[in-house]
Every structure is written in structure tokens, then in C-alpha cells.
């Protein structure tokens, strides 16, 4: 099965914000140039709400990337390698994570690891093996069309269908199918059309909105519960 984290609030300082004088402050407190920082509403929050983004209640949050992805690849699923993640930017950038990426816990350690990444594109171990990978340009439909290429698509949402997560693993999940499961990255706000069009099915597994990183633990815990017991 995959899993792909779509419109994620993690991008590098754009232009537009660049020369802000938080952004300005934070690079410097980091040794960084202001074009290398990632965009986080804690230390850039003015710029950001005095700027003219598109969508800018979907961006500047890289911790629950962090968050999301900690959950997703701590889980037996994935260190079995029976579990693909893929991180889908809100600007249309594309994260492949390896079978063998081990995630820093540590926030600061991840962040410097996504400042790294944005600015060589790929990020490799001491035996030259790519653990991550980042491609530029690709949407979310070239993703699922080209790469991915599942048999079912699963958005989860607060504007789905009410359901429970074991439901919703049990209604498409299949020994012969190809599941994906795709998740927001961003803290507020719904999928964009042009994503929520390519699903087969969107579903809400809370009578609450949950955050990303306990939609992925409680999917990932029922898949489990099906995969594994083959």
C-alpha cells in the first residue's frame, strides 16, 4: 500500500517573503541565507499574513510533515517495506522516501534535513544509497497517474463520508489491490479540487477533525491488522 501526504505546508522561503524582516532575522540566527530557510508561521508569521500567497492557510507548517511522517515510518508496515510514503509540497514538488530512511525525532534535526534536501535534491547515506529525493513540477495526478499507480485511491477528510478507520481499511484494502491513502499536509482547509477529483473514494473517520499524524496512525493500525495477517 502507499501512503502520500498531499499539499504539504513544507516548501523553502519564497520569493515574494524573502527579504521580510523575520525571515531576514531567522536565516541569520540559523547561518543561513534567507533562500535556504524553510517557511514556518512560528518564526515567519507576519510575513506570511501580510503577504499576497496563494493559499497561505495551508502553508508554513514543516512540523506536522515531521509529525506525519514519524508516525508513518515508525509502523511495522513500513519497516517491512510494505509501505510506500510519498510527500506531495503544496507547490508541486515531490518527496520519494526510501525503504531505508530512519527519521531524525529530533524537530531542528529534521529541519536542517529538509533544508538540505530542498537545496541538493537528494539526501544519501555513507554508502551512497538515496534516502530522499526531491523532483520539482510534478503534480499530484502525474503522481498517482505515472508513479503510484493504485488501484483505489482513499482521500481521508473532515468533508468525507463518516466512517471508522477499520471500516474504511476493510472496504478497500486487498490481498491482489494496490491501495493509496492520501492525507492533508496542511493545517487548515480541504484538498484542492484538482486532487479531491482523482479519488475513488474520501472518507472522515472522526466525528471531530483529527490531525494528519492520528488519521495516518489509525489507518496504518487497521491495515496492519489486514496485511500482516496473510
Known amino acids: 500500500m502507499s501512503l502520500i501526504i498531499a499539499e504539504a505546508a513544507l516548501e523553502i522561503v519564497p520569493k515574494e517573503i524573502m527579504h521580510h524582516?523575520?525571515?531576514?532575522n531567522y536565516a541569520q540566527k540559523r547561518g543561513k541565507n534567507p533562500r535556504e530557510v524553510l517557511l514556518d508561521r512560528s518564526y515567519h508569521h507576519d510575513a506570511i499574513i501580510h503577504s499576497n500567497l496563494d493559499s497561505i492557510w495551508k502553508r508554513g507548517r514543516p512540523d506536522m510533515v515531521h509529525f506525519a511522517l514519524l508516525e508513518a515510518l515508525s509502523t511495522p508496515l513500513f519497516l517491512r517495506h510494505m509501505l510506500k510514503v510519498y510527500v506531495h509540497t503544496i507547490n508541486n514538488k515531490i518527496i520519494f522516501v526510501s525503504d531505508n530512511l530512519r527519521l531524525p525525532k529530533s524537530y531542528f534535526r529534521f529541519e536542517g534535513l529538509m533544508m538540505n534536501l530542498?537545496?541538493?535534491n537528494v539526501i544519501k547515506n555513507d554508502s551512497n544509497d538515496v534516502l530522499l529525493e526531491i523532483q520539482d513540477n510534478i503534480t499530484f495526478e502525474h503522481l498517482v497517474k505515472k508513479v503510484v499507480k493504485p488501484n483505489k485511491l482513499i482521500g481521508l477528510s473532515s468533508r468525507g463520508i463518516q466512517s471508522t478507520a477499520e471500516n474504511v481499511v476493510t472496504e478497500n484494502i486487498k490481498k491482489s489491490y494496490h491501495c493509496a491513502f492520501v492525507i492533508g499536509g496542511f493545517p487548515k482547509g480541504h484538498f484542492s479540487?484538482?486532487?479531491?477529483?482523482l479519488f475513488n473514494h474520501l472518507y472522515s473517520i472522526g466525528e471531530v477533525k483529527l490531525e494528519a499524524h492520528i488519521v495516518i496512525s489509525r489507518i496504518l493500525y487497521e491495515s496492519e491488522k489486514v496485511l500482516l495477517s496473510y
Do not use: L
Not at 21 to 24: D, E, K, N, P, Y
Open 21 to 24: 524582516r523575520s525571515v531576514i
Open 193 to 197: 479540487e484538482s486532487i479531491s477529483k
Open 118 to 120: 530542498f537545496k541538493d
